[in-house]
């Protein structure tokens, strides 16, 4: 049995909590009232600021380096061993006892230089930007039940609770600093009984307590008013609970830095005092059904990370205006941006100076605008920082885009998704965009056509665009392209464009080509550079000829799919392209013509077949001799593998097959090493359990079995 133990979330933040410690006044005076050596504390206020200015690049770096993970959990340890002796130091000098605090500094500092000498040898760097300061963990073998007391940093999964006595052993821990829930993101559900240490009795046994995390705990839906008691928190994360509001004794964690709350989806309120955690450094609450800040929330100077404001009509008092006071980084979600009532409380929200990278703005879907004019002065006056790499429009009202979101103000814009902006008539020139990767455009229903506009003037458009999707463009009929753009174009995507007439004559040069419920697109290859081209086609009802000529205007064609197009029935004249590697196709017409529309000297090698109607698959003769790799999925009807149909692959993938009985009688073909047997009831448990079954595969050496409630590896 293995726990871990986790330091958490970011040192800078928990280094301030000691500086701060360090500032008392109570502090000082001790010393001076006892006529300590007053430079014990300022070299100890330096070497805490040598280790503050690696803590960025440690926390980058831990994930590839244990060395590094090791380092910084020393670090911690230090740090709190120091913030411990400064807070003894305050609450002793209200009983007028001496201890020896000079004794106990110099330890620290030696420590601390120690580890602050380390930084060559791990190749740390002073002052380098890290990403979102990600918790570590560290692993500590123990028996079963006994959870040693000095443990710090205890971490663990709440469908393990069991394994030590709902964590009852550790109420003899006295100085656990950290207490972690490992979870993959999702709610945990699992008999409360377990879990014998109530979540009140936990914030009243552990008064020391700097990091906590619930995540993942289905079962909380109150927090406690008992949680106002744990005065040394610094971190709190309640992300995938089922809380509907925290209490108000929450607001009395002075020294809490990291508040989380994400995926709380019955959380509806913050607490109005919420003004009074002063040192907040980092709120996130994403997809809750919070639709008003607290009062007084501008306040919270500290406040670095903000995951969503939300604005109340309501409301005069809590405006967009209050994040000008905040210095804001990272990411940032606006949310209702049709309640802004004034476009000048827009211009005052002052993004354009803040630090921020990613910037979601979100209209009500609801929405139905009155004033096109005020819709575009509200998206102006919310011009975001030029240093801007990912921005997400929703929803928005106006008929056009302010110039700010093409122009040069976005030179670093990497990421650019519009959707459901259904008022504009036309697309900006985003092909001025000069740093933009990835762009989606989803749901504008007033583009017809798109045309030169946009591209913009540069003779070179879109020239670092990689991706471009566009999904859902229900008028969308005509697409005209300059010869020079998309220079650097790998990936096109066109989903549930109905109207769309076809693709640019523009020559692209892709490497994958998605096609879906797009019933008048004619692929040719005309319009692309096919030297390694994959093509995917799904969904298309009324399509009924894959491209003409594949073989002369397609040579290259590496990958082909054609998936829920009932009416293709047949491949074109001339058959498929020799160099193609990889089909997938769910006709058996499709399927049973295959061999025949292949060259002799074809090089195809994996074959995927989906949802179709068949009881036994392959026969000797269906699949061409070159075939390595069959994958078969989504065959409700398949009840039995055909061994003579088999003989030459190496690799087989059962997929969602629920009535597959039993793997052929002879057993797999001595070729195949690897097999995969998924969401298969039937078949699963015989290739577990049954020895004969057992015998058929024991050559197999690479074999994974198991169903969606499992993670595939």
């Known amino acids: 049995m293995a726990a871990e133990l986790v330091g958490g979330a970011l040192l800078s933040a928990f280094l301030q909590v000691a500086f701060d410690r360090l500032a008392s006044p109570q502090v000082l005076q001790f010393f001076r009232g006892r006529k300590l050596d007053e430079k014990l504390l300022s070299n100890l206020n330096t070497m805490l600021h040598s280790i503050n200015v690696l803590a960025d690049d440690a926390e980058q770096k831990q994930f590839r380096n244990p060395h590094i993970k090791a380092w910084l959990f020393a670090v911690k340890d230090v740090v709190f061993d120091a913030e411990d002796l400064l807070k003894e130091i305050e609450y002793e000098l209200t009983r007028c006892q001496v201890l020896r605090a000079s004794l106990e500094i110099r330890d620290v500092l030696e420590k601390l230089e120690y580890l602050a000498k380390q930084k060559g040898a791990l190749g740390l760097k002073e002052g380098i930007y890290s990403g979102d300061g990600s918790d570590f963990c560290f692993r500590l073998k123990f028996d079963k039940g006994n959870i040693p007391n000095t443990t710090r940093h205890f971490s663990f999964s709440f469908g393990d609770v069991g394994y030590f006595d709902g964590l009852g052993s550790l109420t003899d821990a006295k100085r656990l600093r950290s207490f972690h829930s490992l979870t993959s993101g999702c709610f945990y559900e699992f008999n409360p009984c377990q879990f014998n240490i109530l979540v009140h009795e936990l914030f009243s046994k552990f008064k020391f307590l700097r990091v906590l995390s619930l995540k993942g705990y289905a ?47 019955f959380l509806e309120e913050l607490p109005s005092n919420f003004h009074k ?103 102006e006056n919310l011009q975001p920082p030029n240093h801007l790499e990912d921005l997400s429009i929703e929803n928005y009202g106006g008929t056009e885009f302010p110039s700010w979101v093409f122009d040069n103000s976005l030179s670093n814009l990497v990421l650019l998704h519009l959707e459901n902006c259904k008022y504009c008539l036309w697309l900006p020139p985003l ?125 290259s064609l590496g990958e082909l799919r054609v998936i829920e197009c009932p009416k293709v029935e047949m491949f074109p004249d001339g058959g498929l392209p020799s160099n193609i590697k990889d089909v997938s196709l769910s006709s058996f017409k499709l399927i049973a013509t295959l061999r025949e529309n292949l060259d002799a000297n074809t090089c195809l090698e994996s074959l995927c077949i989906e949802n179709v109607d068949v009881e036994s698959f392959p026969d000797d003769v269906l699949l061409p001799h070159s075939i390595t790799v069959l994958r078969i999925s989504d065959c409700p009807n398949l009840k039995k593998m055909d061994y003579k149909g088999l003989c030459h692959l190496s690799s087989l993938r059962l997929f969602d097959c629920p009535n597959l009985r039993c793997l052929p009688e002879e057993g797999l073909p001595k070729s195949m090493s690897s097999l995969s047997i998924w969401n298969c009831p039937l078949l699963e448990p015989r290739c577990r359990r049954n020895p004969k079954a057992q015998d058929l595969i024991s050559h197999i050496e690479e074999l994974r079995i198991g169903h969606s409630d499992e993670v595939e590896v």
């Open 219 to 265: 079962e909380l839906s109150e927090v406690p008013n008992s949680v106002g008691d744990l005065k040394n928190l610094c971190s709190i994360d309640l992300s995938y609970t089922h809380i509907q509001k925290l209490p108000d004794s929450i607001c009395l964690l002075y020294n809490l830095l990291i508040m989380k709350m994400n995926f709380c989806s």
């Open 277 to 379: 955690l002063t040192k907040l450094n980092c709120l996130e609450f994403k997809d809750t059904k919070v639709t008003k800040m607290p009062m007084h929330f501008g306040e919270l100077k500290n406040l670095q990370v903000l995951s969503t404001f939300c604005i109340d009509r309501d409301s005069e008092v809590i405006n967009i205006k209050q994040l000008g006071g905040l210095n804001l980084h990272g990411r940032l979600s606006i949310n209702e941006v049709q309640n802004i009532v004034n476009p000048l409380d827009a211009l005052e929200a002052n993004l354009k100076n803040q630090l921020l990278v990613e910037l979601e703005l979100k209209w009500n879907e609801n929405h139905i605008p009155n004033d096109p004019r005020k819709e575009k002065k509200v998206l």
């Open 431 to 555: 092909g001025l965009l000069s740093s933009l990767k990835s762009l989606e455009i989803t749901g504008l229903d007033g583009i017809v056509s798109i045309g030169a506009e946009f591209y913009g003037s540069d003779s070179s458009s879109f020239r670092s665009l990689e991706t471009l999707k566009f999904y859902n463009m229900k008028e969308w009929e005509e697409w005209e392209c300059k010869t020079t753009s998309f220079p650097r174009l790998q990936h096109l995507s066109i989903d549930k464009c109905r109207k769309l007439k076809g693709l640019p004559e523009h020559h692209l040069h892709l490497k994958e080509l998605f096609i879906k419920s797009c019933d008048k697109v004619i692929i040719s290859g005309n319009n692309m550079d096919t030297s390694s081209l994959q093509i995917k086609i799904r969904g298309d009802e009324n399509l009924k000829l894959l491209p003409k000529c594949m073989q002369i205007l397609l040579p």
